[in-house]
């Protein structure tokens, strides 16, 4: 079980772009690490993971797809989200969750506070 802190939300304007950080408080080489969103008015929801087995995308959900990228540094145990071409529909609390990867659920367990992310239009 790790514990998980989000940085690097903020005000920023249509088409700007930011990154993300997830910093966890210890090794995620075995943890399925991943990003959601909940916009005011609407339900969490998923926005992409990064895979213990080499960091890469799980995938994207399609209003993110192609703005979006998730990457890992492992020996930092950091998780980031570099998000692209921002839209207002794009302001939302962003968490970050982790999971062990050797097990059938598919549950998050750890979650972090959230940062908030606001785009102007």
Do not use: H
């Not at 969490?44 to 998730?70: D, I, L, M, P, Q």
């Not at 302001?91 to 972090?112: D, I, K, N, Q």
């Amino acid at each position: 079980q790790v514990q998980l802190v989000e940085s690097g939300g903020g005000l920023v304007q249509a088409g700007d772009s930011l990154r993300l950080s997830c910093a966890a408080s210890g090794s995620i080489s075995r943890y399925t690490v991943a990003w959601f969103r909940q916009a005011p008015g609407k339900e969490r929801e998923f926005v992409t993971a990064s895979s213990w087995n080499g960091g890469g995308s799980t995938g994207y959900a399609e209003s993110v797809k192609g703005r979006f990228t998730v990457s890992r540094d492992s020996a930092k145990n950091i998780v980031e989200l570099q998000m692209n071409s921002l839209k207002p529909e794009d302001t939302a609390v962003y968490y970050c969750a982790a999971r062990r990867a050797f097990t059938p659920s598919e549950v998050y367990t750890s979650w972090g506070q959230g940062t908030q992310v606001t785009v102007s239009s």
